[in-house]
Structures are given as structure tokens and as C-alpha cells.
């Protein structure tokens, strides 16, 4: 049995008027369900995932078109860029360090233990991270390709296992406000690190979260 999720779609009249936070937070992506998981168990944020990802696309098209590699835009290092083999993965969810690596995120939130789940979407130069478009930027130009050629990306997904830590066992309502601080703290930290990398675009949105956790 296959179902398929198209979420948020930023091709309307209105996004243009939207920041690039904004448009990468509507940006649209489709993940059809070839194996369901088990409908009890999903990851929460904050909680350590193991996932097994295989990209659907030839690597090579990445250096051609944007001078990037799959590991960069990623955010993690895939032991193999071979569309027939799988890598597993070991991530916190919600602690994204790429633009590419947000939508990852969110598409797993929505997944459920040992779902099996074809991932695709594409996204816009003008999205990346600054560093990245930057580089897109230049090696397009060398090799005679559009800026504006949208990255056409992806991934199969396996959700194999959930652990939950000590924090995140506690249920969201006795948690106190130092364990929200703490949580505040992590996110302030990596965006600081992203935004020293020029990452402006994934540090902002870390920073966002950092600041959700107090609210």
C-alpha cells in the first residue's frame, strides 16, 4: 500500500512577498508511504533517531550544478552515494545544520517507527544557506548553467529506531523550566556556530527554535 503527503507548497501569488525563512518553512515536499511503521511510535524532537537514507539521484549532478557535495548539503556524512545502497544515520531530530537537512527533519516528524518512505522536493538557489548559494552561484556561472535551475532532490527514508533520553522521557507538561532552558541553550549554541559558518539561513532558524523553547 502506497500513500502519498504533499506538504506546504510555496507556489502561490504571495511568496514572493515572504522572507526566505518563510518560503523554506512552506516549501513543499512530497513523501509516499511504500511500507507504514508502527502507528504508536513516532520521534519527537529532541529525540535520537536511527534513519537509513538512500538518495534517489546521482551525486554527480550536484558538483555540476551547484559545486556542492551530498555530505554538505546534508549536514551528515553518508557512507555511501550510491543510489543502491542505504547509509544509516544517527540524528537528533530538530538539530538540523543545512537548509536541505530542515526539510529532512521535518519530513521524518511526520514518520512513524519502520516506515518506509520515498522523500522528494525541490528547492530554490536563493534558499540555501548563504556559503552554499555562494558556491552555487560560482560554479554554475563556470560551468554555462541557470542560477535559477532548482535542486531536484531525492531520498528514500527508513525510520528504524527512536530513543528517548532522559529529558525526553519526562512527559512536556512535567518537564520544568530549567529543562526548557536547557533545550534553549543546545539550539542558541549551534545557531551561533551556523551563523559563523555563513549558515545564515539555518541559523536563523535555530535561533527561532531556541526561542520557541521558552515560549
Known amino acids: 500500500t502506497m500513500t502519498t503527503d504533499a506538504v506546504a507548497s510555496n507556489n502561490n501569488s504571495s511568496s514572493s512577498k515572504l522572507s526566505v525563512?518563510?518560503?523554506?518553512?512552506?516549501?513543499?515536499f512530497t513523501k509516499q508511504v511504500v511500507e507504514r511503521g508502527d502507528a504508536d511510535e513516532i520521534a519527537e524532537e529532541g529525540e535520537w533517531i536511527e534513519l537509513a537514507v538512500r538518495p534517489l539521484f546521482d551525486a554527480a549532478v550536484l558538483r555540476l550544478h551547484g559545486g556542492l557535495d551530498l555530505h554538505s548539503l546534508l549536514g551528515f556524512r553518508l557512507a555511501s552515494e550510491d543510489p543502491s545502497t542505504r547509509s544509516e544515520v544517527r540524528l537528533r531530530l530538530g538539530y538540523f545544520d543545512t537548509v536541505v537537512g530542515h526539510v529532512l527533519h521535518r519530513a521524518v516528524s511526520q514518520m512513524k517507527l519502520n516506515e518506509l518512505a520515498p522523500l522528494s522536493f525541490?528547492?530554490?538557489?536563493?534558499?540555501?544557506?548563504?556559503?552554499?548559494?555562494?558556491?552555487?552561484?560560482?560554479?554554475?556561472?563556470?560551468?554555462?548553467?541557470?542560477?535559477?535551475?532548482?535542486?531536484?532532490?531525492?531520498?528514500?527514508?527508513r525510520l528504524n529506531k527512536v530513543e528517548k533520553g532522559e529529558r525526553e522521557r519526562v512527559p512536556v507538561y512535567r518537564r520544568t523550566a530549567a529543562d526548557f532552558y536547557a533545550v534553549c541553550l543546545e539550539h542558541k549554541s549551534d545557531a551561533n556556530e551556523l551563523f559563523k559558518a555563513k549558515r545564515v539561513t539555518s541559523a536563523f532558524k535555530r535561533y527561532g527554535k531556541a526561542m520557541a523553547s521558552l515560549i
Open 122 to 157: 525541490e528547492i530554490e538557489p536563493e534558499l540555501l544557506d548563504e556559503s552554499f548559494a555562494n558556491n552555487k552561484s560560482r560554479a554554475a556561472a563556470a560551468n554555462g548553467i541557470s542560477q535559477e535551475v532548482a535542486l531536484d532532490l531525492k531520498f528514500e527514508l
Open 21 to 28: 525563512s518563510e518560503r523554506l518553512e512552506q516549501l513543499e
